[in-house]
Protein backbone atom coordinates (compact mmCIF):
# COMPACT_ATOMS: atom_id res chain seq x y z
CA UNK A 1 0.00 0.00 0.00
CA UNK A 2 2.00 3.28 -1.07
CA UNK A 3 0.11 6.20 -2.19
CA UNK A 4 -2.62 7.93 -0.09
CA UNK A 5 -5.20 7.67 -2.31
CA UNK A 6 -5.43 4.02 -2.43
CA UNK A 7 -5.77 3.91 0.98
CA UNK A 8 -8.80 6.12 1.44
CA UNK A 9 -11.55 2.86 1.02
CA UNK A 10 -9.51 0.35 2.81
CA UNK A 11 -10.46 -0.18 6.52
CA UNK A 12 -8.60 -2.28 9.44
CA UNK A 13 -9.90 -3.73 12.18
CA UNK A 14 -7.58 -4.96 14.82
CA UNK A 15 -8.82 -7.75 17.68
CA UNK A 16 -9.55 -11.55 18.62
CA UNK A 17 -10.95 -13.19 15.75
CA UNK A 18 -12.77 -16.34 15.28
CA UNK A 19 -14.34 -18.29 12.54
CA UNK A 20 -14.51 -21.40 10.74
CA UNK A 21 -12.29 -23.08 7.63
CA UNK A 22 -14.22 -26.36 7.60
CA UNK A 23 -17.02 -28.30 9.20
CA UNK A 24 -15.99 -29.12 12.92
CA UNK A 25 -19.13 -31.80 12.66
CA UNK A 26 -16.67 -34.46 10.05
CA UNK A 27 -13.79 -32.64 11.02
CA UNK A 28 -11.64 -32.13 13.92
CA UNK A 29 -12.02 -28.59 15.64
CA UNK A 30 -8.14 -28.22 16.17
CA UNK A 31 -8.13 -28.52 11.89
CA UNK A 32 -11.42 -26.39 11.36
CA UNK A 33 -11.65 -23.44 13.99
CA UNK A 34 -9.67 -20.75 12.91
CA UNK A 35 -8.36 -18.26 15.61
CA UNK A 36 -6.42 -15.79 15.88
CA UNK A 37 -5.81 -14.12 19.57
CA UNK A 38 -4.80 -10.73 18.02
CA UNK A 39 -5.78 -10.59 14.52
CA UNK A 40 -6.04 -7.72 11.88
CA UNK A 41 -8.60 -7.40 9.35
CA UNK A 42 -8.53 -5.69 6.00
CA UNK A 43 -11.92 -4.10 4.41
CA UNK A 44 -11.91 -2.96 0.89
CA UNK A 45 -15.20 -1.35 -0.48
CA UNK A 46 -17.02 -3.74 1.88
CA UNK A 47 -15.16 -6.94 0.82
CA UNK A 48 -12.45 -8.86 3.06
CA UNK A 49 -8.94 -7.82 1.17
CA UNK A 50 -6.83 -9.59 3.80
CA UNK A 51 -6.81 -11.60 6.92
CA UNK A 52 -4.26 -12.51 9.13
CA UNK A 53 -2.57 -12.33 12.59
CA UNK A 54 -1.46 -9.46 13.29
CA UNK A 55 2.37 -9.67 13.89
CA UNK A 56 2.27 -11.00 10.04
CA UNK A 57 0.32 -7.95 8.68
CA UNK A 58 1.30 -4.73 10.28
CA UNK A 59 4.09 -3.86 7.96
CA UNK A 60 1.84 -4.26 5.13
CA UNK A 61 -0.82 -2.14 6.45
CA UNK A 62 1.35 0.12 8.68
CA UNK A 63 -0.01 3.31 7.26
CA UNK A 64 -3.64 2.58 7.17
CA UNK A 65 -5.88 3.93 10.45
CA UNK A 66 -7.21 0.99 12.31
CA UNK A 67 -10.05 0.00 14.64
CA UNK A 68 -8.54 -1.84 17.66
CA UNK A 69 -11.31 -3.68 19.63
CA UNK A 70 -9.65 -4.50 22.89
CA UNK A 71 -11.01 -7.38 24.99
CA UNK A 72 -13.03 -8.34 22.21
CA UNK A 73 -14.05 -11.47 19.92
CA UNK A 74 -15.33 -10.47 16.31
CA UNK A 75 -16.74 -13.56 14.88
CA UNK A 76 -18.49 -13.46 11.18
CA UNK A 77 -22.10 -11.87 11.02
CA UNK A 78 -24.59 -14.06 12.57
CA UNK A 79 -26.74 -15.75 10.18
CA UNK A 80 -30.51 -16.48 11.03
CA UNK A 81 -32.31 -19.45 8.33
CA UNK A 82 -35.91 -18.84 9.31
CA UNK A 83 -37.79 -16.49 10.59
CA UNK A 84 -41.15 -14.56 10.23
CA UNK A 85 -40.69 -10.62 10.48
CA UNK A 86 -44.83 -9.89 10.62
CA UNK A 87 -44.48 -12.48 14.02
CA UNK A 88 -42.28 -10.04 16.05
CA UNK A 89 -44.69 -8.54 17.80
CA UNK A 90 -46.57 -11.62 18.61
CA UNK A 91 -43.51 -13.38 20.22
CA UNK A 92 -44.59 -14.97 23.62
CA UNK A 93 -48.20 -16.10 22.54
CA UNK A 94 -49.37 -18.23 25.71
CA UNK A 95 -50.50 -21.57 25.50
CA UNK A 96 -50.88 -23.73 22.73
CA UNK A 97 -49.09 -26.07 19.76
CA UNK A 98 -48.39 -25.29 16.26
CA UNK A 99 -51.79 -25.67 15.14
CA UNK A 100 -54.03 -23.63 17.46
CA UNK A 101 -51.47 -21.02 17.94
CA UNK A 102 -51.60 -20.54 14.01
CA UNK A 103 -55.17 -20.02 14.36
CA UNK A 104 -55.21 -18.22 17.30
CA UNK A 105 -52.38 -15.85 17.56
CA UNK A 106 -50.05 -16.25 14.18
CA UNK A 107 -53.39 -15.75 11.11
CA UNK A 108 -54.61 -12.30 13.10
CA UNK A 109 -51.17 -10.89 13.55
CA UNK A 110 -50.32 -11.48 9.69
CA UNK A 111 -53.38 -9.72 8.39
CA UNK A 112 -52.65 -6.81 9.48
CA UNK A 113 -49.94 -6.65 7.10
CA UNK A 114 -52.36 -5.94 4.78
CA UNK A 115 -51.58 -2.42 5.62
CA UNK A 116 -48.35 -1.21 3.84
CA UNK A 117 -47.55 1.74 6.24
CA UNK A 118 -47.83 -0.50 9.51
CA UNK A 119 -45.46 -3.21 7.82
CA UNK A 120 -43.12 -0.86 7.26
CA UNK A 121 -42.81 0.38 10.55
CA UNK A 122 -42.85 -3.57 11.82
CA UNK A 123 -40.08 -4.00 9.10
CA UNK A 124 -37.66 -1.39 10.91
CA UNK A 125 -38.42 -2.40 14.48
CA UNK A 126 -37.41 -6.35 12.80
CA UNK A 127 -33.95 -5.28 11.09
CA UNK A 128 -33.07 -2.91 14.20
CA UNK A 129 -33.79 -5.81 16.22
CA UNK A 130 -31.85 -8.56 13.84
CA UNK A 131 -28.50 -5.72 14.45
CA UNK A 132 -28.89 -5.37 17.76
CA UNK A 133 -28.62 -8.99 18.06
CA UNK A 134 -25.47 -9.20 15.61
CA UNK A 135 -27.83 -10.95 12.59
CA UNK A 136 -26.57 -9.80 9.03
CA UNK A 137 -28.57 -12.40 7.15
CA UNK A 138 -31.79 -14.00 7.67
CA UNK A 139 -33.97 -16.06 5.11
CA UNK A 140 -37.53 -14.34 6.31
CA UNK A 141 -40.62 -15.58 5.56
CA UNK A 142 -42.99 -12.40 5.07
CA UNK A 143 -47.48 -12.28 4.98
CA UNK A 144 -49.45 -13.29 1.66
CA UNK A 145 -49.09 -9.72 0.93
CA UNK A 146 -46.98 -8.65 -2.00
CA UNK A 147 -46.25 -5.81 -0.18
CA UNK A 148 -44.93 -7.08 3.23
CA UNK A 149 -41.96 -8.26 1.09
CA UNK A 150 -41.99 -4.54 -0.96
CA UNK A 151 -41.51 -3.20 2.79
CA UNK A 152 -38.71 -6.19 3.35
CA UNK A 153 -36.65 -5.52 0.50
CA UNK A 154 -37.00 -2.01 0.57
CA UNK A 155 -35.35 -1.93 3.94
CA UNK A 156 -32.95 -4.32 3.57
CA UNK A 157 -31.77 -2.25 0.42
CA UNK A 158 -31.54 0.73 2.25
CA UNK A 159 -29.40 -0.74 5.12
CA UNK A 160 -27.16 -3.31 2.55
CA UNK A 161 -28.08 -6.77 4.36
CA UNK A 162 -27.80 -9.94 2.47
CA UNK A 163 -31.27 -10.66 2.54
CA UNK A 164 -33.69 -13.86 1.06
CA UNK A 165 -37.11 -13.76 1.47
CA UNK A 166 -40.45 -14.68 0.02
CA UNK A 167 -44.02 -14.03 -0.29
CA UNK A 168 -46.01 -16.80 1.63
CA UNK A 169 -48.42 -18.54 -0.50
CA UNK A 170 -51.51 -20.64 1.12
CA UNK A 171 -54.55 -20.72 -0.64
CA UNK A 172 -56.23 -22.74 1.74
CA UNK A 173 -57.05 -23.85 5.44
CA UNK A 174 -56.25 -19.94 6.37
CA UNK A 175 -58.71 -17.47 6.90
CA UNK A 176 -60.08 -15.65 3.68
CA UNK A 177 -58.50 -12.58 4.38
CA UNK A 178 -54.93 -14.25 4.42
CA UNK A 179 -55.64 -16.32 1.64
CA UNK A 180 -54.39 -15.80 -2.46
CA UNK A 181 -55.13 -18.51 -5.33
CA UNK A 182 -52.37 -20.68 -7.30
CA UNK A 183 -52.76 -18.27 -9.79
CA UNK A 184 -52.19 -15.17 -7.76
CA UNK A 185 -49.43 -16.19 -5.71
CA UNK A 186 -47.75 -17.38 -9.08
CA UNK A 187 -48.09 -14.01 -10.28
CA UNK A 188 -47.12 -12.07 -7.18
CA UNK A 189 -44.13 -14.07 -7.14
CA UNK A 190 -43.46 -14.06 -10.42
CA UNK A 191 -43.31 -10.24 -10.11
CA UNK A 192 -41.43 -10.21 -6.55
CA UNK A 193 -38.83 -12.20 -8.35
CA UNK A 194 -38.54 -10.38 -11.64
CA UNK A 195 -38.07 -7.20 -9.36
CA UNK A 196 -35.98 -7.86 -6.08
CA UNK A 197 -34.05 -11.26 -7.17
CA UNK A 198 -30.19 -10.40 -7.32
CA UNK A 199 -30.99 -6.56 -6.51
CA UNK A 200 -28.00 -5.39 -4.52
CA UNK A 201 -27.71 -8.21 -1.82
CA UNK A 202 -31.18 -9.58 -2.20
CA UNK A 203 -32.40 -12.81 -3.28
CA UNK A 204 -35.88 -14.22 -3.51
CA UNK A 205 -37.31 -17.56 -1.57
CA UNK A 206 -40.39 -19.07 -3.41
CA UNK A 207 -42.32 -19.66 0.22
CA UNK A 208 -45.40 -21.98 0.37
CA UNK A 209 -46.25 -21.53 4.19
CA UNK A 210 -46.20 -25.19 4.48
CA UNK A 211 -48.05 -28.64 2.61
CA UNK A 212 -51.62 -28.13 4.55
CA UNK A 213 -52.19 -24.01 3.54
CA UNK A 214 -51.36 -24.97 -0.18
CA UNK A 215 -53.34 -27.15 -2.32
CA UNK A 216 -51.66 -29.40 -4.81
CA UNK A 217 -52.45 -26.97 -7.73
CA UNK A 218 -50.48 -24.21 -5.28
CA UNK A 219 -47.37 -26.70 -4.89
CA UNK A 220 -47.93 -27.62 -8.72
CA UNK A 221 -47.36 -23.68 -9.36
CA UNK A 222 -44.44 -23.39 -6.71
CA UNK A 223 -42.53 -26.21 -8.60
CA UNK A 224 -43.19 -24.32 -12.05
CA UNK A 225 -41.40 -21.10 -10.76
CA UNK A 226 -38.15 -22.96 -9.77
CA UNK A 227 -37.49 -24.22 -13.02
CA UNK A 228 -38.25 -21.01 -13.96
CA UNK A 229 -36.06 -19.18 -11.87
CA UNK A 230 -33.72 -22.24 -11.03
CA UNK A 231 -31.79 -19.58 -8.84
CA UNK A 232 -34.10 -18.64 -6.06
CA UNK A 233 -34.48 -20.43 -2.86
CA UNK A 234 -37.41 -22.93 -1.86
CA UNK A 235 -38.71 -22.00 1.81
CA UNK A 236 -41.32 -23.49 3.35
CA UNK A 237 -42.12 -26.07 6.74
CA UNK A 238 -41.75 -29.58 7.26
CA UNK A 239 -42.24 -32.07 9.83
CA UNK A 240 -42.60 -29.82 12.89
CA UNK A 241 -45.40 -31.35 14.98
CA UNK A 242 -46.57 -34.64 15.07
CA UNK A 243 -50.67 -33.63 14.70
CA UNK A 244 -49.48 -31.23 11.52
CA UNK A 245 -47.70 -34.60 9.82
CA UNK A 246 -50.77 -36.33 10.37
CA UNK A 247 -53.21 -33.57 8.40
CA UNK A 248 -50.51 -33.22 5.74
CA UNK A 249 -50.21 -36.64 4.94
CA UNK A 250 -54.13 -37.11 5.06
CA UNK A 251 -54.45 -34.11 2.38
CA UNK A 252 -51.76 -35.65 -0.30
CA UNK A 253 -53.14 -39.56 0.45
CA UNK A 254 -50.71 -40.07 -2.69
CA UNK A 255 -48.01 -39.45 -0.95
CA UNK A 256 -45.78 -41.58 1.04
CA UNK A 257 -44.39 -39.35 3.69
CA UNK A 258 -44.79 -35.90 4.52
CA UNK A 259 -41.02 -35.10 2.26
CA UNK A 260 -42.46 -36.64 -0.46
CA UNK A 261 -45.27 -33.93 -0.80
CA UNK A 262 -42.82 -31.79 -1.42
CA UNK A 263 -40.95 -34.19 -3.99
CA UNK A 264 -44.20 -34.68 -5.96
CA UNK A 265 -43.80 -31.33 -7.03
CA UNK A 266 -40.15 -30.50 -7.46
CA UNK A 267 -39.71 -28.69 -4.51
CA UNK A 268 -36.66 -30.84 -3.08
CA UNK A 269 -33.32 -29.38 -4.42
CA UNK A 270 -29.85 -28.10 -3.66
CA UNK A 271 -31.59 -24.79 -2.72
CA UNK A 272 -34.25 -25.75 -0.59
CA UNK A 273 -34.50 -24.85 3.29
CA UNK A 274 -37.07 -26.33 5.28
CA UNK A 275 -37.82 -25.81 9.00
CA UNK A 276 -38.13 -28.07 11.91
CA UNK A 277 -37.68 -31.36 10.37
CA UNK A 278 -38.15 -33.17 14.07
CA UNK A 279 -40.51 -35.75 13.12
CA UNK A 280 -38.55 -37.33 10.38
CA UNK A 281 -38.39 -40.84 9.01
CA UNK A 282 -35.20 -42.12 8.38
CA UNK A 283 -35.78 -42.54 4.87
CA UNK A 284 -36.97 -38.78 4.99
CA UNK A 285 -32.94 -37.66 6.14
CA UNK A 286 -31.51 -40.01 3.83
CA UNK A 287 -33.68 -37.93 0.75
CA UNK A 288 -32.63 -34.75 2.10
CA UNK A 289 -29.22 -35.57 2.44
CA UNK A 290 -28.93 -36.96 -0.98
CA UNK A 291 -31.17 -33.69 -2.68
CA UNK A 292 -28.46 -31.88 -0.69
CA UNK A 293 -31.32 -29.54 1.02
CA UNK A 294 -30.80 -28.09 4.22
CA UNK A 295 -33.07 -27.85 7.36
CA UNK A 296 -33.18 -25.21 10.00
CA UNK A 297 -32.90 -26.27 13.46
CA UNK A 298 -35.04 -23.77 15.53
CA UNK A 299 -34.72 -25.00 19.17
CA UNK A 300 -36.05 -22.05 20.55
CA UNK A 301 -39.46 -22.40 18.40
CA UNK A 302 -39.50 -26.22 19.19
CA UNK A 303 -39.20 -26.11 22.67
CA UNK A 304 -41.78 -23.44 23.32
CA UNK A 305 -44.64 -24.91 20.95
CA UNK A 306 -43.95 -28.12 22.71
CA UNK A 307 -43.03 -29.76 19.02
CA UNK A 308 -39.83 -31.93 19.85
CA UNK A 309 -36.47 -32.29 19.91
CA UNK A 310 -34.58 -32.11 16.72
CA UNK A 311 -32.01 -34.95 16.22
CA UNK A 312 -28.98 -32.99 15.15
CA UNK A 313 -26.61 -35.95 15.23
CA UNK A 314 -28.48 -37.58 12.74
CA UNK A 315 -28.99 -34.82 10.63
CA UNK A 316 -24.86 -34.10 10.67
CA UNK A 317 -24.31 -37.99 10.23
CA UNK A 318 -21.41 -39.13 8.38
CA UNK A 319 -23.84 -41.51 6.59
CA UNK A 320 -26.69 -39.04 5.88
CA UNK A 321 -24.85 -35.51 5.52
CA UNK A 322 -27.47 -32.75 5.53
CA UNK A 323 -26.53 -29.27 5.56
CA UNK A 324 -28.17 -27.68 8.89
CA UNK A 325 -28.63 -24.13 10.43
CA UNK A 326 -29.71 -22.63 13.47
CA UNK A 327 -32.80 -20.43 13.10
CA UNK A 328 -34.76 -18.24 15.66
CA UNK A 329 -38.27 -18.90 13.86
CA UNK A 330 -39.71 -15.58 15.93
CA UNK A 331 -42.46 -15.57 16.59
CA UNK A 332 -43.01 -19.43 17.95
CA UNK A 333 -38.69 -18.82 18.76
CA UNK A 334 -38.42 -16.98 21.93
CA UNK A 335 -35.85 -14.52 21.40
CA UNK A 336 -33.74 -12.60 18.41
CA UNK A 337 -30.42 -13.64 19.75
CA UNK A 338 -28.35 -16.28 17.76
CA UNK A 339 -26.84 -16.47 21.30
CA UNK A 340 -29.77 -17.86 23.08
CA UNK A 341 -30.65 -19.77 20.21
CA UNK A 342 -27.52 -21.58 20.08
CA UNK A 343 -27.84 -22.16 23.89
CA UNK A 344 -31.38 -24.00 24.02
CA UNK A 345 -29.36 -26.28 21.27
CA UNK A 346 -27.17 -27.15 23.32
CA UNK A 347 -29.93 -27.79 25.84
CA UNK A 348 -32.11 -29.61 23.16
CA UNK A 349 -29.08 -32.03 22.41
CA UNK A 350 -28.63 -32.41 25.85
CA UNK A 351 -32.04 -34.10 26.38
CA UNK A 352 -31.19 -36.18 23.31
CA UNK A 353 -28.26 -37.62 24.99
CA UNK A 354 -26.31 -35.09 22.58
CA UNK A 355 -23.29 -32.99 22.63
CA UNK A 356 -22.87 -29.97 20.67
CA UNK A 357 -19.67 -28.29 21.18
CA UNK A 358 -19.69 -24.33 21.56
CA UNK A 359 -17.71 -24.49 18.45
CA UNK A 360 -20.15 -26.41 16.32
CA UNK A 361 -23.30 -24.31 17.56
CA UNK A 362 -21.42 -21.24 16.45
CA UNK A 363 -20.72 -22.94 12.63
CA UNK A 364 -24.16 -23.29 12.63
CA UNK A 365 -24.88 -20.32 13.13
CA UNK A 366 -22.00 -18.48 10.92
CA UNK A 367 -20.23 -21.00 8.09
CA UNK A 368 -23.11 -23.62 8.37
CA UNK A 369 -25.79 -21.42 7.82
CA UNK A 370 -24.20 -19.69 4.64
CA UNK A 371 -23.41 -23.04 3.23
CA UNK A 372 -26.98 -24.15 4.07
CA UNK A 373 -28.20 -20.96 1.68
CA UNK A 374 -25.12 -21.62 -0.37
CA UNK A 375 -23.59 -18.29 0.16
CA UNK A 376 -20.51 -19.79 1.15
CA UNK A 377 -18.39 -17.82 -1.03
CA UNK A 378 -19.94 -14.30 0.41
CA UNK A 379 -20.50 -14.47 3.91
CA UNK A 380 -20.24 -17.18 6.84
CA UNK A 381 -16.37 -17.00 7.51
CA UNK A 382 -13.50 -14.34 7.04
CA UNK A 383 -12.08 -15.79 3.97
CA UNK A 384 -10.23 -13.09 1.91
CA UNK A 385 -12.68 -11.91 -1.31
CA UNK A 386 -16.23 -12.59 1.24
CA UNK A 387 -18.27 -9.60 2.31
CA UNK A 388 -17.17 -8.02 5.43
CA UNK A 389 -20.34 -8.53 7.61
CA UNK A 390 -19.15 -9.42 10.83
CA UNK A 391 -19.94 -8.43 14.92
CA UNK A 392 -17.92 -7.47 17.96
CA UNK A 393 -18.36 -9.63 20.84
CA UNK A 394 -17.94 -8.75 24.31
CA UNK A 395 -17.18 -11.69 26.51
CA UNK A 396 -17.59 -9.78 29.44
CA UNK A 397 -20.36 -7.88 28.66
CA UNK A 398 -22.18 -8.41 32.37
CA UNK A 399 -21.06 -8.40 35.23
CA UNK A 400 -21.78 -11.88 35.78
CA UNK A 401 -20.14 -12.71 32.34
CA UNK A 402 -16.95 -10.51 33.50
CA UNK A 403 -16.68 -12.83 36.90
CA UNK A 404 -17.40 -16.02 34.57
CA UNK A 405 -14.60 -14.99 32.00
CA UNK A 406 -11.81 -13.93 33.99
CA UNK A 407 -9.78 -13.62 30.85
CA UNK A 408 -10.98 -11.56 28.11
CA UNK A 409 -8.85 -13.18 25.47
CA UNK A 410 -8.20 -16.57 25.65
CA UNK A 411 -4.64 -17.77 24.25
CA UNK A 412 -5.53 -21.90 23.30
CA UNK A 413 -8.39 -23.64 21.79
CA UNK A 414 -9.48 -25.03 25.13
CA UNK A 415 -9.79 -21.70 27.07
CA UNK A 416 -11.54 -20.36 24.18
CA UNK A 417 -13.97 -23.15 24.21
CA UNK A 418 -14.65 -22.66 27.16
CA UNK A 419 -15.00 -18.77 27.11
CA UNK A 420 -17.40 -19.43 23.55
CA UNK A 421 -19.66 -21.74 25.82
CA UNK A 422 -20.09 -19.30 28.64
CA UNK A 423 -20.83 -16.73 26.39
CA UNK A 424 -23.72 -18.82 24.76
CA UNK A 425 -25.35 -19.66 27.60
CA UNK A 426 -25.12 -16.45 29.54
CA UNK A 427 -24.96 -14.38 26.43
CA UNK A 428 -27.71 -12.57 24.17
CA UNK A 429 -28.13 -9.30 22.71
CA UNK A 430 -26.21 -7.46 25.53
CA UNK A 431 -22.94 -9.38 24.40
CA UNK A 432 -23.24 -7.54 21.33
CA UNK A 433 -21.00 -4.31 20.70
CA UNK A 434 -20.69 -3.99 17.44
CA UNK A 435 -22.51 -5.21 14.21
CA UNK A 436 -20.44 -4.20 10.85
CA UNK A 437 -21.92 -4.63 7.40
CA UNK A 438 -19.70 -4.91 4.48
CA UNK A 439 -17.16 -3.17 6.53
CA UNK A 440 -19.52 0.12 7.73
CA UNK A 441 -20.75 0.20 11.21
CA UNK A 442 -24.61 -0.61 11.16
CA UNK A 443 -25.21 -0.95 14.94
CA UNK A 444 -23.01 0.24 17.99
CA UNK A 445 -24.23 -0.50 21.45
CA UNK A 446 -24.18 2.45 23.40
CA UNK A 447 -20.81 3.66 25.30
CA UNK A 448 -18.75 1.17 22.80
N1 LIG B 1 -45.83 -23.99 10.13
C1 LIG B 1 -46.60 -23.27 9.27
N2 LIG B 1 -46.59 -21.96 9.57
C2 LIG B 1 -45.79 -21.84 10.64
C3 LIG B 1 -45.37 -20.72 11.42
O1 LIG B 1 -45.74 -19.57 11.18
N3 LIG B 1 -44.53 -20.97 12.47
C4 LIG B 1 -44.11 -22.24 12.76
N4 LIG B 1 -43.27 -22.42 13.79
N5 LIG B 1 -44.48 -23.30 12.04
C5 LIG B 1 -45.32 -23.10 11.01
ZN1 LIG C 1 -41.49 -20.94 10.86
Not at 192 to 219: C, D
Not at 245 to 263: F, G, H, M, S
Not at 284 to 304: Q, V
Not at 321 to 327: F, Q, R, Y
Request: with cysteine; net charge negative.
Amino acid sequence: MSTLASNLSLKAFRAAFLDFTDDPFYVAESESVRYLADGLLIVENGIIRDFGTYDKLKAQYSDLPTTTYRDRLIIPGLIDIHIHLPQMEMIGAYGEQLLEWLEKYTFPTERKFGDKDYADKVTKLFFDELLRNGTTTALILATVHPDSVESCFEEAIRRNLRIIAGKVMMDRNAPDFLRDTAQTSYQDTKNLIEKWHGKGRLAYAVTPRFAITSTPEQLAIAGELLQEYPDVYLHTHLSENVKEVELATQLYPACTDYLNIYEQYGLVGQRSIFAHGIQLTDSEFERLSRAGSAIAFCPTSNLFLGSGLFNVDKAKSAETPIKVGLATDVGAGTSFSMLQTASSAYQVAQLRGQRLSAFKALFLATLGAAKSLSLEDKIGSFNIGNEADFVVLDPRATPLMAFRNSIAIPSTLEELSEQLFAMIILGDDRTVSATYVMGDLAYGRSGE
